[in-house]
T-cell receptor
Framework: AQKVTQAQTEISVVEKEDVTLDCVYETRDTTYYLFWYKQPPSGELVFLIRRNSFDEQNEISGRYSWNFQKSTSSFNFTITASQVVDSAVYFCALSGTNAGKSTFGDGTTLTVKP | DTAVSQTPKYLVTQMGNDKSIKCEQNLGHDTMYWYKQDSKKFLKIMFSYNNKELIINETVPNRFSPKSPDKAHLNLHINSLELGDSAVYFC????????????FGPGTRLTVL
């Protein structure tokens, strides 16, 4: 069975602060894929990043960075110098042996205040 | 061009009614999904279809019946609507392989009165 835990239900920061969203996963698969999605207040879900289980390199995209650590089964997401537009619900997801099915975490609601 | 579209965007109806939500994708994907997002924002997969065949059914009540006339469409029909069915329903599509991200529709907000 797969499981994704996003322990932080809600996070509130002030603009320009750095913030890290935690994601811990459980799977028995040796090959699996991890994803982050963003759901802004407008409601649509947008794909942000994918990482496979064999690639532990961290990734940076502008103010966004992701830290994948197999040893702790974590795939954390950091936003540097947060902005109000970063306010959204962020979902971490895991895809394993069952092709086509992703298990989503419960989401973390990030509020960035001006 | 809209990649994944859903209609209607909002649906308000009475308990006991039957309603349908339509979904279409123009991305050429083989796999389509229905998700339910409740008031707490929890996102749960309901169904997955690959090339018009059901591959995932996550213990959804029989009142929910997906129909896939072709691989670009996956409609959701709900019979005898209940108050607890109120939620936002998202359609998504993907290439179906486990390393592929999913593309989501805009969602349909269903309110059952």
């Amino acid at each position: 069975a797969q499981k994704v835990t996003q322990a932080q239900t809600e996070i509130s920061v002030v603009e320009k602060e750095d913030v890290t969203l935690d994601c811990v996963y459980e799977t028995r698969d040796t090959t699996y894929y991890l994803f982050w999605y963003k759901q802004p207040p407008s409601g649509e879900l947008v794909f942000l990043i994918r990482r496979n289980s064999f690639d532990e390199q961290n990734e940076i995209s502008g103010r966004y960075s992701w830290n994948f650590q197999k040893s702790t089964s974590s795939f954390n997401f950091t936003i540097t110098a947060s902005q109000v537009v970063d306010s959204a619900v962020y979902f971490c997801a895991l895809s394993g042996t069952n092709a086509g099915k992703s298990t989503f975490g419960d989401g973390t609601t990030l509020t960035v205040k001006p | 061009d809209t990649a994944v579209s859903q209609t209607p965007k909002y649906l308000v109806t009475q308990m006991g009614n039957d309603k349908s939500i339509k979904c279409e994708q123009n991305l050429g994907h083989d796999t389509m999904y229905w998700y339910k997002q409740d008031s707490k924002k929890f996102l749960k997969i309901m169904f997955s279809y690959n090339n018009k065949e059901l591959i995932i059914n996550e213990t959804v009540p029989n009142r929910f019946s997906p129909k896939s006339p072709d691989k670009a469409h996956l409609n959701l029909h709900i019979n005898s609507l209940e108050l607890g069915d109120s939620a936002v329903y998202f359609c998504a599509s993907g290439r179906g392989e486990r390393d592929n991200e999913q593309f989501f529709g805009p969602g349909t907000r269903l309110t059952v009165l």
